[in-house]
């Protein structure tokens, strides 16, 4: 599986966006890019995913490098309830079933 | 959709005894994954189901561990003659199978094994 690399942690303020980056330098191009977060003593939970294009969904954006060697999950105001572990996954579309989890970036948000 | 169920949510056994673990999918989801996830790491793949049928295990999976899904609906994990280093939180997900195929998790069991 290619790998990700992502900053250990982050801190935000409250109800300002967050940036969290995610390099994929040796990303293919079947890969789609997926990000999951794990609140605390929670399982994963998806948060969205994207190929090539720039994606948004209720809970985040997501922005993909022209190059795809790495991606921006954006959260557009966070709020406390985003305190999380966030995970950058790099995931064939067909086959290769299992999520491969680094170990994340640990978002702490400041009220 | 009602969540991803697993019980127990706690577990605490002695080494050596044998434990096992439930999870209940999402009703209509054909695929069932095992993670395990040790303290301060991100979960690791243990093994996945589709409908009844075992497709994959990882090296992690030892000979000591089983999974069935003998239905195709609800799965069990069973560990034999645990280890202390079997200690950790099990996950369980489930998904469709189709389109972006995203995983739903479940809460987890957390083994605690002294």
């Known amino acids: 599986d290619a790998k990700t690399t992502q900053p250990n942690s982050m801190e935000s303020n409250e109800e300002e966006p967050v940036h969290l980056p995610c390099n994929h330098s040796t990303i293919s191009g079947t890969d789609y890019i997926h990000w999951y977060r794990q609140l605390p003593s929670q399982g994963p939970e998806y948060v969205i995913h994207?190929?090539?294009s720039n994606v948004n969904n209720r809970m985040a954006s997501l922005a993909i490098a022209e190059d795809r060697k790495s991606s921006t999950l954006i959260l557009h105001r966070a709020t406390l309830r985003d305190a999380a572990v966030y995970y950058c996954i790099l995931r064939v579309y067909f086959g290769n079933e299992k999520l491969t989890f680094g170990t994340g970036t640990r978002l702490t948000i400041i009220p | 959709d009602t969540g991803v169920s697993q019980n127990p949510r706690h577990k605490i056994t002695k080494r050596g005894q044998n434990v096992t673990f439930r999870c209940d999918p999402i009703s209509e989801h054909n695929r069932l994954y095992w993670y395990r996830q040790t303290l301060g790491q991100g979960p690791e793949f243990l093994t996945y189901f589709q409908n009844e049928a075992q497709l994959e295990k990882s090296r992690l999976l030892s000979d000591r561990f089983s999974a069935e899904r003998p239905k195709g609906s609800f799965s069990t994990l069973e560990i034999q003659r645990t280890e202390q280093g079997d200690s950790a939180m099990y996950l369980c997900?489930?998904?469709?199978?189709?389109?972006?195929?995203?995983?739903?998790f479940g809460p987890g069991t957390r083994l605690t094994v002294t």
């Open positions: 994207g190929l090539t």
């Open positions: 997900a489930s998904s469709r199978g189709t389109g972006s195929n995203e995983q739903y």
